[in-house]
C-alpha cells in the first residue's frame, strides 16, 4: 500500500476511502462478514502469480509446490472444519460450486427441486433468470403460512416431481433448516440432496446451526458470507462421499472433483484458496465460536427490539443471522428504505418477501443481518441503539413514490453521527491494519 500510495495515488486513495466507509458505517448485509488483516493479506500475497491447472500432484503446469503445500493445506482445514470427508476448495465462488455440482448429478432437462427465489431461494437454486432455471426442468417448494419451509407441500413435491436434486438451502431465510428431514424427504424419490449454507458456515462450523455436512450428498457455501473467508466457494461431502453418482460407479467425491476441473473451470486462485486456508484455521478457534454466538444472540435482540417498535418481522423472529422485516407497513417500499438508511450510514439490503407484489428491484422487505455488528464485538445493549437508529430512519422517510424519498437533513445529520459514535466504540480490525500511516506515504518507493 505504502507503494501504491506514489505509483497510484487515485487507487490507493479510493482504496484508503473504503476502510474509512467500513469503519464508520453500520453494516447489516447479512450475506458479508469482515475478512480478517491476515486473511486480506494472504489474498494478495504472490501465490497470485502462480498458474497451475489441476489438482495438488496433477498440475498441467509447473512451479506448483509451495501451491500443492498451500492447496492440501486448504483441503485438510476446510474437512476438520466442518467434519467433511472431502472438500474442494477451487470454486471461485458459490455459484459456480453450484453449477458444478448441478452439472455432475444432472443431465439438461432433469428435475431440480429448489426453495423459490420469492421465498428467499438463491438463484442457481433453479431460478428461470439463472441457467439452473433454463438447462434443468426447475421446480421449486415455498413456505407454510407462518413463513417456515412448507415440509409436507415438499414431500408432495418430491413425489409429484421426482426430482434428481433437491436443494436444501436459502438466501433470506431466518428460521432452522430442518437437514435431516429434508435428507428423507430427498429419499423419498432417490434424490441427491445439495445442501447449499452459504448463509450459515459460520453458524455450522461453529456448532449453531446442525451440520448438513453427513446429512446431505454435497454441501456447497460461499467462503465470505459469514466464514470471514475470502471471495470463493467450497464443496464439501461427509458420510456419502463414496457413494456412486448417477452412472451407479463414480463416486461423490471423483465426480465432483472433475465438476469443478475440468468440467467447469480453468485455473484455480491459488491467493484464494491460501486465503481460504487462513479463514478456516481462524474460524476453528475460539473467537470465531464466541462471535458465532453473538451473531444468533444479537439478531434475536434486534428481531425483539424491532417488534416492540412496531415492525413486522418475518416468521416472527430469528433462528439465525439474520431479520427480515416488512417495510410496507411504514409505507416505505425495500429499496426506499435501503437508500434512506445507506443516506445515513447504515447499510442493510432490500429483499423480496413471500407474496410480494412489488418488482426484485424494488421489493417490500428489508434483510439484516449481524455478521459485521458481532465481529465488532457489539452485544445486546448496542443491538437496542441499532433497532432504535434503524426505526428513527424508517419512521422518518416518507416515500413520494416506490424508488423515490424525503428525509429531514437534520434527522440524517443525527443518525450519521450516533452511528460513527457506535462505530468508533467498536472498531473493526481492518481499520489499523490497513491505513497506511502518513508518515509511511513519501518514504517508501
Ligand atoms: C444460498 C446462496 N447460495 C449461493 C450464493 C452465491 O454465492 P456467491 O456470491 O459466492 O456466488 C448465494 C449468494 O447470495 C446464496 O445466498
Same mark, same amino acid.
Given at each position: 500500500?505504502?507503494?501504491?500510495? @506514489?505509483?497510484?495515488?487515485?487507487? $490507493?486513495?479510493?482504496?484508503?476511502?473504503?476502510?474509512?466507509?467500513?469503519?464508520?458505517?453500520?453494516?447489516?448485509?447479512?450475506?458479508?462478514?469482515?475478512?480478517?488483516?491476515?486473511?486480506?493479506?494472504?489474498?494478495?500475497?504472490?501465490?497470485?502469480?502462480?498458474?497451475?491447472?489441476?489438482?495438488?500432484?496433477?498440475?498441467?503446469?509447473?512451479?506448483?509446490?509451495?501451491?500443492?503445500?498451500?492447496?492440501?493445506?486448504?483441503?485438510?482445514?476446510?474437512?476438520?472444519?466442518?467434519?467433511?470427508?472431502?472438500?474442494?476448495?477451487?470454486?471461485?465462488?458459490?455459484?459456480?460450486?453450484?453449477?458444478?455440482?448441478? !452439472?455432475?448429478?444432472?443431465?439438461?432437462?432433469?428435475?431440480?427441486?429448489?426453495?423459490?427465489? #420469492?421465498?428467499?431461494?438463491?438463484?442457481?437454486?433453479?431460478?428461470? $433468470?439463472?441457467?439452473?432455471?433454463?438447462?434443468? @426442468?426447475?421446480?421449486?417448494?415455498?413456505?407454510?403460512?407462518?413463513?417456515?419451509?412448507?415440509? !409436507?407441500?415438499?414431500?408432495?413435491?418430491?413425489?409429484?416431481?421426482?426430482?434428481?436434486?433437491?436443494? /436444501?438451502?436459502?438466501?433470506?431465510?431466518?428460521?432452522?433448516?430442518?437437514?435431516?428431514?429434508? &435428507?428423507?424427504?430427498?429419499?423419498?424419490?432417490?434424490?441427491?440432496?445439495?445442501?447449499?449454507?452459504?448463509?450459515?458456515?459460520?453458524?455450522?462450523?461453529?456448532?449453531?446451526?446442525?451440520?448438513?455436512?453427513?446429512?446431505?450428498?454435497?454441501?456447497?457455501?460461499?467462503?465470505?458470507?459469514?466464514?470471514?473467508?475470502?471471495?470463493?466457494?467450497?464443496?464439501?461431502?461427509?458420510?456419502?462421499?463414496?457413494?456412486?453418482?448417477?452412472?451407479?460407479?463414480?463416486?461423490?467425491?471423483?465426480?465432483?472433483?472433475?465438476?469443478?476441473?475440468?468440467?467447469?473451470?480453468?485455473?484455480?486462485?491459488?491467493?484464494?484458496?491460501?486465503?481460504? $486456508? &487462513?479463514?478456516? !484455521?481462524?474460524?476453528?478457534?475460539?473467537?470465531?465460536?464466541?462471535?458465532?454466538?453473538?451473531?444468533?444472540?444479537?439478531?434475536?435482540?434486534?428481531?425483539?427490539?424491532?417488534?416492540?417498535?412496531?415492525?413486522?418481522?418475518?416468521?416472527?423472529?430469528?433462528?439465525?443471522?439474520?431479520?427480515?422485516? #416488512?417495510?410496507? #407497513?411504514?409505507?416505505?417500499?425495500?429499496?426506499?428504505?435501503?437508500?434512506?438508511?445507506?443516506?445515513?450510514?447504515?447499510?442493510?439490503?432490500?429483499?423480496?418477501?413471500?407474496?410480494?407484489?412489488?418488482?426484485?428491484?424494488?421489493?417490500?422487505?428489508?434483510?439484516?443481518?449481524?455478521?459485521?455488528?458481532?465481529?465488532?464485538?457489539?452485544?445486546? /445493549?448496542?443491538? &437496542?441503539?441499532?433497532?432504535?437508529?434503524?426505526?428513527?430512519?424508517?419512521?422518518?422517510?416518507?416515500?413520494?413514490?416506490?424508488?423515490?424519498?424525503?428525509? #429531514?437533513?437534520?434527522?440524517?445529520?443525527?443518525?450519521?453521527?450516533?452511528?460513527?459514535?457506535?462505530?468508533?466504540? @467498536?472498531?473493526?480490525?481492518?481499520?489499523?491494519?490497513?491505513?497506511?500511516?502518513?508518515?509511511?506515504?513519501?518514504?517508501?518507493?
Amino acid at each position: 500500500m505504502v507503494s501504491l500510495h @506514489h505509483t497510484d495515488p487515485e487507487l $490507493a486513495g479510493l482504496l484508503d476511502a473504503e476502510v474509512t466507509q467500513q469503519n464508520s458505517t453500520l453494516a447489516m448485509v447479512a450475506s458479508a462478514s469482515i475478512a480478517d488483516p491476515s486473511v486480506l493479506a494472504v489474498g494478495g500475497s504472490a501465490l497470485s502469480n502462480v498458474t497451475a491447472e489441476g489438482y495438488p500432484g496433477a498440475r498441467y503446469h509447473p512451479g506448483a509446490q509451495q501451491f500443492d503445500a498451500v492447496e492440501n493445506l486448504a483441503v485438510e482445514r476446510a474437512k476438520h472444519l466442518f467434519g467433511a470427508r472431502y472438500a474442494n476448495v477451487q470454486p471461485h465462488s458459490c455459484s459456480s460450486a453450484n453449477l458444478a455440482v448441478l !452439472a455432475a448429478l444432472m443431465r439438461p432437462g432433469d428435475t431440480l427441486l429448489g426453495l423459490d427465489l #420469492d421465498a428467499g431461494g438463491h438463484l442457481t437454486h433453479g431460478s428461470p $433468470a439463472s441457467v439452473t432455471g433454463r438447462h434443468y @426442468h426447475a421446480v421449486s417448494y415455498g413456505l407454510d403460512e407462518s413463513g417456515r419451509i412448507d415440509y !409436507a407441500r415438499l414431500t408432495d413435491l418430491v413425489l409429484e416431481h421426482r426430482p434428481r436434486v433437491l436443494i /436444501a438451502g436459502a438466501s433470506a431465510y431466518p428460521r432452522l433448516i430442518d437437514f435431516a428431514r429434508f &435428507r428423507a424427504i430427498a429419499d423419498i424419490a432417490g434424490a441427491y440432496l445439495l445442501a447449499d449454507i452459504s448463509h450459515i458456515a459460520g453458524l455450522v462450523a461453529a456448532g449453531r446451526h446442525p451440520s448438513p455436512v453427513d446429512v446431505a450428498h454435497i454441501t456447497t457455501t460461499s467462503t465470505y458470507k459469514q466464514l470471514g473467508g475470502p471471495r470463493g466457494g467450497l464443496i464439501l461431502s461427509g458420510r456419502e462421499y463414496k457413494t456412486p453418482g448417477p452412472d451407479g460407479r463414480t463416486p461423490l467425491h471423483r465426480l465432483m472433483q472433475r465438476a469443478v476441473f475440468p468440467q467447469s473451470q480453468g485455473t484455480p486462485s491459488p491467493a484464494s484458496i491460501a486465503a481460504k $486456508a &487462513r479463514a478456516f !484455521a481462524a474460524a476453528a478457534e475460539p473467537a470465531f465460536q464466541e462471535t458465532a454466538r453473538l451473531i444468533v444472540h444479537n439478531a434475536r435482540a434486534l428481531a425483539q427490539e424491532l417488534s416492540a417498535l412496531g415492525h413486522r418481522i418475518l416468521t416472527g423472529g430469528t433462528d439465525n443471522h439474520m431479520v427480515l422485516i #416488512d417495510v410496507t #407497513d411504514f409505507g416505505l417500499s425495500g429499496v426506499v428504505a435501503e437508500r434512506a438508511l445507506e443516506e445515513c450510514g447504515i447499510l442493510a439490503n432490500r429483499n423480496r418477501i413471500p407474496g410480494d407484489t412489488k418488482p426484485p428491484l424494488v421489493t417490500s422487505g428489508l434483510r439484516l443481518g449481524t455478521n459485521i455488528l458481532a465481529q465488532r464485538g457489539m452485544d445486546a /445493549a448496542q443491538m &437496542r441503539v441499532c433497532a432504535q437508529l434503524l426505526h428513527t430512519v424508517l419512521a422518518g422517510t416518507t416515500a413520494q413514490s416506490d424508488t423515490e424519498y424525503r428525509i #429531514d437533513p437534520a434527522l440524517v445529520a443525527q443518525v450519521r453521527a450516533e452511528v460513527q459514535w457506535l462505530c468508533s466504540r @467498536h472498531p473493526l480490525p481492518i481499520d489499523t491494519a490497513h491505513r497506511v500511516p502518513v508518515s509511511l506515504i513519501g518514504v517508501g518507493t
